[in-house]
């Protein structure tokens, strides 16, 4: 597994935009320097387009083994552009060391404020046809759980699984 640095997110500095590889149609976010960071899925996690527990999230993509873009931020508001086909919202608390965003081959490590957030993971198609995947952090002492926007891809159940086992 590659790992690329980057510090940002945490010194004024509230967005950062980077290209990536999709592997296994998913991409995780989770503690910089988590041991097994990428997560188990079962079908319910699919139905619901992601695998959550402590730490760690895996979110399912529209795509397997191609290029997309990928864009980290932080940001006081939840707002979902109207050309979203896929939102997701869940609780995310950042340590110390921040984060590392990206694919089971390759993973950008962003310094980022510690915190509890809520995360919302936004996707867009490109005119390329690739994907745009986006995390937004936004400072929050009791995120919840929520899909906000599902395609067709998605069927999730009426109570969201939050929880998985690490994948060995």
């Given at each position: 597994?590659?790992?690329?640095?980057?510090?940002?997110?945490?010194?004024?500095?509230?967005?950062?935009?980077f290209?990536?590889?999709?592997?296994?149609?998913?991409?995780?976010?989770?503690?910089?320097?988590?041991?097994?960071?990428?997560?188990?899925?079962?079908?319910?996690?699919?139905?619901?387009?992601?695998?959550?527990?402590?730490?760690?999230?895996?979110?399912?993509?529209?795509?397997?083994?191609?290029?997309?873009?990928?864009?980290?931020r932080?940001?006081?508001?939840?707002?979902?552009?109207?050309?979203?086909?896929?939102?997701?919202?869940?609780?995310?608390?950042?340590?110390?060391?921040?984060?590392?965003?990206?694919?089971?081959?390759?993973?950008?490590?962003?310094?980022?404020?510690?915190?509890?957030?809520?995360?919302?993971?936004?996707?867009?198609?490109?005119?390329?046809?690739?994907g745009?995947?986006?995390?937004?952090?936004?400072?929050?002492?009791?995120?919840?759980?929520?899909?906000?926007?599902?395609?067709?891809?998605?069927?999730?159940?009426?109570?969201?699984?939050?929880?998985?086992?690490?994948?060995?």
């Open positions: 597994m590659v790992l690329i640095l980057i510090k940002g997110l945490k010194n004024n500095m509230n967005e950062i935009t290209k990536s590889d999709i592997f296994y149609s998913q991409l995780a976010i989770f503690q910089y320097g988590l041991e097994n960071p990428f997560n188990d899925w079962n079908d319910i996690h699919i139905n619901q387009g992601f695998a959550w527990r402590e730490g760690s999230v895996s979110f399912g993509t529209l795509s397997d083994d191609e290029e997309c873009k990928i864009t980290v932080v940001t006081d508001k939840k707002e979902v552009d109207t050309d979203v086909i896929r939102a997701i919202v869940v609780p995310f608390h950042i340590g110390n060391k921040g984060i590392e965003v990206g694919s089971v081959m390759e993973t950008t490590a962003i310094d980022f404020e510690e915190g509890m957030y809520e995360l919302l993971f936004t996707v867009k198609r490109l005119e390329n046809g690739l745009h995947y986006s995390f937004n952090f936004i400072k929050n002492n009791n995120p919840k759980a929520n899909i906000i926007k599902a395609d067709e891809e998605l069927n999730p159940p009426s109570v969201l699984v939050m929880k998985t086992e690490p994948a060995i």
